[in-house]
């Protein structure tokens, strides 16, 4: 399960980070995903739990070294991904892998579509976040600084990309961390991340329960 990172002019600057001159990819583990409608858990460690809606990638043929121009014709289908991650263990390093790879935080879902339902590329589709009635991402596929085709096109020059691979194409701007005041999911708020043409998915955020 790869993830784009800063893959949206708008979430960039609101980062205060400068647009990737190539996709800042990294990796979710099987473990820190739920489907649609599972609890979303808040672990103890930390209570800035954040949201991000993003467009999935479903990768449905094995390839390497794909040309731009064949890149769809490796696509599966397209589905919705809640890339729920720890903020303040996120920004501990350069590497985000400890604060997006927390148990039970990313949610996937709930339905695939195919490539012919969609838009070419699954380009100019409205992205939104809600928790209740408050919106709070409005972005559009349209804004990617890479697109699909020549996401997977790079992606496949290092690695062999293989039926069931997921790629998470990044999130607009509206983040949780980025707001003034900070917003983060609490206990009992439902998050709901759709995308125009592909679907909504919901889910509760509950604290982790843990046992000594």
């Known amino acids: 399960f790869l993830c784009l990172g800063l893959n949206d002019y708008k979430h960039a600057a609101e980062a205060n980070l400068p647009v990737p001159e190539v996709p800042e990819v990294f990796m979710r583990v099987a473990s820190s995903l739920i489907g649609h409608e599972e609890p979303m858990l808040r672990p103890p460690e930390s209570h800035m739990l954040d949201y991000e809606v993003e467009l999935a990638v479903v990768i449905g043929r094995e390839g390497r070294r794909i040309p731009v121009d064949k890149a769809l014709d490796y696509v599966a289908g397209y589905t919705v991904f809640n890339d ?75 690695m062999v990309l293989v039926p069931g691979d997921v790629i998470a194409m990044g999130t607009p701007s509206g983040i949780g961390f980025a707001r003034k005041p900070q917003r983060f999911l609490l206990p009992g708020e439902t998050c709901r991340v759709v995308i125009e043409k592909i679907g909504t998915l919901q889910n509760t955020v509950i604290d982790e329960t843990v046992s000594r």
């Open 84 to 158: 729920g991650s720890i903020r303040d263990i996120q920004v501990r390093t350069n590497q985000w892998t400890l604060g997006k790879n927390f148990h039970g935080t990313g949610a996937l879902g709930p339905a695939l579509v195919t490539p012919d339902e969609l838009p070419e590329g699954a380009k100019g589709l409205s992205m939104e976040t809600y928790v209740g009635d408050e919106r709070l991402q409005h972005g559009n596929t349209g804004d990617m600084v890479f697109d699909v085709a020549h996401t997977l096109a790079l992606l496949s020059e290092a």
